[in-house]
Nanobody
Framework: QVQLVESGGGLVQAGGSLRLSCAAS???????MGWFRQVPGKERELVAA????????SYADFVKGRFTISRDNTKNTVYLQMNSLKPEDTAVYYC??????????????????????WGQGTQVTVSS
């Protein structure tokens, strides 16, 4: 089992940047990791995912070219660098983990229901 704690959220103006961090209590090398987001009244959605080795990533179309997911397995931490933020990026951002599968370059899982462990979330607010 792994516990996840997000940090780095806050208020930023449109066009600005934030970097979210997700610190895990255990060894994250055993897990694919994902960042998801949710706004009130809507379903939680994938933002970005990275496989256990860091060799493959996946992004939602609405963040491609703006956000970058990365991981440091030696620090048991996953990051989400968010650039060119837009007001529609305002949401609670969640870090999640699911047991790894596949080879070094296997695609990470991208479905909410595949993820077993979740952090409490961090609020990101982008003002116009």
């Amino acid at each position: 089992q792994v516990q996840l704690v997000e940090s780095g959220g806050g208020l930023v103006q449109a066009g600005g940047s934030l970097r979210l961090s997700c610190a895990a209590s255990g060894r994250i090398s055993a897990y694919d990791m994902g960042w998801f987001r949710q706004v009130p009244g809507k379903e939680r959605e994938l933002v970005a995912a990275i496989n256990w080795s860091g060799g493959r990533t996946s992004y939602a179309d609405f963040v491609k070219g703006r956000f970058t997911i990365s991981r440091d397995n030696t620090k048991n931490t996953v990051y989400l660098q968010m650039n060119s933020l837009k007001p529609e990026d305002t949401a609670v951002y969640y870090c999640a983990a699911c047991a790894r599968r596949g080879s070094f370059l296997a695609a990470p899982r991208t479905v909410v229901g595949d993820y077993d462990y979740w952090g409490q979330g961090t609020q990101v607010t982008v003002s116009s």
